[in-house]
């Protein structure tokens, strides 16, 4: 799989077969007429195939907004699970139109990739996950210690700045796959597994036995996780980052899955302009006036994602935190629809 | 004679330039490279163009930039997370060589023991040489690698109940702890006695074949050879005053540390390449003794040869011209096989450079294109080596 993308990327680039990067990714998506997402291979709360084999979770939702924008149903998706190495390459060649796989915001991805970051769907930040029968209470106990993570991630990179600036023995263990680094945490392979808070918490599930391990107090570095589009067409970075914004912006005016029927009727001038009954804000993108109210009868508001995917009701039991809206106290703001 | 066909050939009536099969030849040569040349410039061209177009970085100003992960398992390169992307890519061909070089080393003994085996006359060994050669190749080598990491060495206690195996280290589920050798002053003057010693058993071994062939004396070459080998370096190390001492491994709060730590990535790659290897290197053995007719045998017998010294001077020396070239197929094969470490964390070219480099960077093509071309010559090197060994070994008629 792995190969098949590398090669093919190496192959488009090779016999100039990479059209998607100037041409409109909206034009060619309504031809095919479906979203292309790449999501994780399975990740509890973010993107992971439930029994039945469909995809849920917090970025999937994204994706499904996203399609619900463009098509006016959140169905019209189809999800390519892939791991940390490979995403960049498979966004990049084409394969994908928006990757949305839990993926960390960093200056040198942003600049030196060909990406855009269009926005920021999770504030995280790395954590550390020991065995209870260690009895570590603080990260900077964990001199000589083996260190399980993912390869190609900002994780394993945090992980080295963290020892060395602290001066602390280690020895890292890294996998391509996530469910690899897992099963060899478990293994006793290593005595720590690290990633981020919101993966660990996800991970953490997939344990033999969940209780018998700690997540350390020390959170080492700052994790926005977003979606990612191709650098280079606009129309499709506007449309992934304003479907973003408008998940946030309906919870912030109180319109949810349930009442968006009835909000069309409302008076409130900003959510006439988030729905589309005032203004034409959604043919500036390219798409219907309707484009925000479709994402929002898809998947509902950025509110509603996050409970149902991660919220403190779900396995993961993650609370709002940072990620509550800004008029709360978090840092979820989006610009004004206007 | 010679020259009245020279001077005919001048004298042949002129054709056309064309149709002189010498420039013809010539001609179509030429086409033939620059259509490739273009090809390739071609390739080249769209890509950096497409690249820069993507708005992808490109060069190989990266190799100089600070890595900043870290690699578990490195042997002889000093490398630290403050090292280079180049560095990293030293450490990745060092660590497929050291597996590739391990791997052929044991698949070869145990493949060649194996192919003898096979040929055995005693029904149990026989037969218990079939089925681990007919199970082990037809089951895949990932499925192998798992088996061994997952199955087998994953099973081992966690660092508390760690085996504490005395003088040969301890071992757990995270490594195999081995004490680490290390030298105090004097150690370089055994190295240089083991030195002296090889030099002069080669130099006694050629002047024994040279009186045999003279005088048809024999003289007892291996032990004289085994005695010089193994004698100088130990009396030299005695004289010195003993430089070597051992690192035990240390109990630390997470087990065993210190040591000579073989992570079990290691161990359960070269079990597998050499388990798996070891077959067909034996099918080609076995393969290679039964192409030397039996003839042979029983002229050796006539000749008053032992069935030993039947094996070892007439039957190996020409089964080796059957077995050389396809084994050359299986050693790069083993070190091509080695990538799939990738699946076990085993920091190899392809996980940590082709892998890890190329997320944290981006370089797909700069970095594919290496690690291509690195393969590349590795292989091509094995072979050179091969071929080279393999006219050694051909008939020599005199």
Redesign the interface.
Request: hydrophobic share 45%.
């Given at each position: 799989m792995k190969l098949k993308i590398l090669s093919a990327a190496l192959g488009a680039v090779a016999f100039g077969a990479v059209s998607s990067a100037s041409a409109a990714t909206l034009d060619d998506i309504k031809a095919k007429g479906f979203v292309q997402c790449g999501v994780s291979q399975g990740l509890a709360g973010f993107s992971n195939p439930d029994d039945k084999g469909n995809w849920t979770g917090l970025d999937v939702d994204l994706c499904r907004g996203v399609a619900a924008a463009v098509f006016g149903s959140g169905d019209k998706v189809k999800f390519t699970p892939l791991s940390a190495k490979e995403r960049f390459t498979a966004l990049q060649s084409g394969e994908i139109d928006i990757l949305s796989r839990n993926t960390t915001w960093t200056m040198s991805r942003d600049t030196q990739l060909g990406l855009n970051f269009a926005g920021v769907n999770y504030y995280d930040g790395q954590g550390f996950m020991v065995r209870k029968e260690l009895k570590v209470s603080s990260a900077l106990e964990l001199s000589g210690a083996s260190v399980c993570t993912n390869t190609g991630t900002t994780t394993e990179l945090n992980v080295a700045d963290y020892f060395r600036s602290n001066k602390l023995d280690y020895e890292i263990v890294a996998f391509e796959k996530a469910d690899e680094v897992v099963s060899a945490y478990d293994a006793g392979r290593c005595d720590v597994f690290t990633t981020d808070q919101s993966g660990l918490a996800a991970q953490r599930l997939k344990l033999t036995n969940p209780a018998d391990h700690v997540v350390l107090p020390e959170i080492i570095s700052k994790e926005p996780l977003g979606p990612v589009v191709r650098q280079g067409d606009d129309q499709w970075f506007n449309i992934v980052k304003w479907v973003h914004n408008a998940m946030i912006n309906a919870e912030e005016l109180g319109v949810t899955q349930a009442n968006v029927g009835e909000m069309m009727g409302s008076d409130n001038p900003a959510i006439k302009r988030l729905l589309g009954t005032e203004g034409a804000f959604g043919e500036k993108l390219g798409l219907g006036n309707d484009w925000a109210a479709n994402v929002i009868k898809a998947v509902g508001n950025y509110g509603e994602t996050f409970e149902r995917n991660v919220g403190p009701n779900t396995q993961l039991k993650l609370p709002r935190g940072v990620n509550s809206l800004w008029s709360k106290g978090g840092l979820q703001y989006a610009p004004p629809i206007r | 004679m010679a020259v009245q066909e020279v001077t005919s050939a001048q004298e042949a009536p002129k054709v056309a330039l064309f149709n002189d099969p010498k420039i013809r030849s010539w001609i179509f040569q030429i086409v033939l490279i620059a259509v490739i040349a273009w090809a390739l410039w071609g390739?080249?061209s769209?890509?950096a163009i497409?690249?820069e177009?993507?708005?992808?970085?490109g060069g190989f100003g990266f190799l100089s930039n600070e890595a900043?992960?870290?690699?578990?398992f490195s042997p002889f390169i000093d490398y630290s997370?403050t090292s280079s992307y180049g560095t990293v890519f030293g450490v990745g061909l060092q660590n497929t060589l050291v597996i590739a070089f391990f791997g052929i080393f044991f698949a070869t003994i145990l493949g060649f023991a194996l192919g003898v085996a096979r040929l055995s006359t005693n029904w149990i060994i026989n037969r218990m040489a079939y089925v681990y050669v007919e199970v082990l190749r037809n089951i895949p080598l990932l499925l192998q690698i798992f088996i061994w990491y997952?199955g087998v060495l994953?099973?081992l206690p966690?660092?508390k109940n760690s085996i504490d195996m005395g003088v040969f280290g301890a071992m757990?589920?995270?490594a195999y702890f081995a004490p680490k050798p290390v030298f105090a002053e004097g150690a370089g003057s055994v190295a240089i006695a083991l030195l002296v010693a090889i030099i002069i058993s080669v130099l006694v071994a050629k002047w024994a074949k040279k009186r045999q062939m003279a005088t048809g004396q024999r003289f007892p070459v291996l032990w004289t050879v085994l005695g010089l080998i193994f004698l100088l370096p130990l009396i030299t190390y005695f004289i010195v005053g003993q430089p070597l001492s051992f690192e035990y491994p240390t109990v630390?709060?997470?087990g065993p540390?210190g040591g000579m730590?073989v992570?079990?990535?290691f161990t359960a790659l070269l079990l597998a390449l050499t388990t798996y290897t070891a077959t067909f290197i034996a099918e080609i053995v076995r393969a290679g003794i039964l192409a030397v007719s039996r003839g042979q045998t029983e002229a050796s017998y006539a000749l008053g040869l032992r069935p030993g010294q039947t094996l070892r001077l007439n039957i190996i020396p020409q089964a080796m011209r059957v077995i050389i070239p396809p084994l050359t197929s299986q050693y790069l094969n083993l070190t091509k096989n080695s990538s799939l470490a990738?699946?076990?964390?085993y920091?190899d070219l392809t996980?940590v450079f082709a892998?890890?480099a190329?997320?944290?960077?981006?370089q797909?093509?700069e970095i594919?294109l290496m690690t291509m071309i690195t393969y590349l010559a590795l292989s091509i090197i094995t072979s050179m080596f091969m071929n080279w060994y393999n006219a050694k070994m051909s008939l020599v008629e005199r």
């Open positions: - | 390739m080249i769209n890509a497409n690249l177009k993507q708005g992808i970085a900043g992960f870290a690699i578990n997370e997952k994953a099973l966690t660092p757990n589920v995270k630390g709060r997470f540390r730590p992570p079990p990535e990738v699946a076990i964390a920091p996980s892998g890890t190329l997320n944290q960077t981006g797909a093509v594919l």
